[in-house]
C-alpha cells in the first residue's frame, strides 16, 4: 500500500542493516569452534554438554549426538569427579572468572585420557550464569613423559645415595 500520497503520514523511515557481515561473522565463529586445535564444548547453567567440537568428540571417542546432554561428571574418571567440584563453585559464585586444571576422563572405550581443562563462565546481563564454556587439551603424552622422568629421577638419586662408592657429578 502506498501511502506516500496520505496527507497524515508526514516521513517514513526506512532502517537497512547489512547482514552479510553478522553472516559472515558467525560463520567464522562457527569455523573456528569446529576446527579449534583443543576440544571445546559449551555446557548448560545445569553443567550439560550443549555444544561440542569434532576435537573433543575425537579425544573423548564419542559421536557428538552421544556427547550431548552428558556432564563433564559422567565422563570424569571415578577418582577425579570431584576435582573441579570446588573450582566450579568458586567460578559461578563470582570469586573466580575462570580456572584451569588436570584431570583423567574416561573415553568412550574405557581407555583414560589426562586433559588439561580451561573453564569460563559467560554470565547474562543480570550477571546469572549463562552457560560455560570449557577448553579441553589431551595432554595423556605429556602427563606419561613427566611420570618417566620422576622415575628415572628416583632411580638416579637411590643410585648416589645407597652407593659405597664416591661419585663426583
Same mark, same amino acid.
Given at each position: ?87 566450579? +563453585?568458586?567460578?559461578?559464585?563470582? *570469586?573466580? &572468572? !575462570?580456572?584451569?586444571? %588436570?584431570? @583423567?576422563? #574416561?573415553?568412550?572405550?574405557? $581407555? ?29 603424552? +605429556?602427563?606419561?613423559?613427566?611420570? *618417566?622422568? &620422576? !622415575?628415572?629421577?628416583? %632411580?638416579? @638419586?637411590? #643410585?648416589?645415595?645407597?652407593? $659405597? ?5
Amino acid at each position: 500500500v502506498n501511502r506516500l500520497a496520505d496527507p497524515d503520514v508526514a516521513a517514513i523511515v526506512c532502517n537497512f542493516r547489512d547482514l552479510t557481515s553478522e553472516a559472515d561473522l558467525e560463520a567464522r565463529f562457527r569455523a573456528t569452534f569446529e576446527h579449534a586445535a583443543v576440544g571445546l564444548a559449551q555446557l548448560n547453567a545445569e553443567g550439560r554438554i550443549v555444544l561440542a567440537n569434532e576435537r573433543l568428540c575425537a579425544i573423548l571417542g564419542y559421536a557428538r549426538a552421544e556427547l550431548l546432554g552428558l556432564s563433564f561428571r559422567d565422563i570424569s574418571h571415578p577418582e577425579d569427579r570431584e576435582v573441579s567440584a570446588g573450582q566450579r +563453585a568458586r567460578m559461578y559464585a563470582g *570469586e573466580i &572468572r !575462570q580456572f584451569t586444571l %588436570r584431570k @583423567r576422563y #574416561l573415553r568412550k572405550d574405557g $581407555a583414560t585420557v589426562w586433559m588439561q581443562v580451561t573453564a569460563a563462565l559467560v554470565r547474562s546481563a543480570g550477571g546469572g550464569p549463562r552457560y560455560e564454556i570449557t577448553a579441553f587439551e589431551d595432554v595423556s603424552e +605429556a602427563v606419561r613423559i613427566e611420570a *618417566e622422568l &620422576r !622415575q628415572s629421577e628416583g %632411580r638416579f @638419586r637411590a #643410585l648416589i645415595e645407597n652407593s $659405597a662408592d664416591g661419585i663426583v657429578l
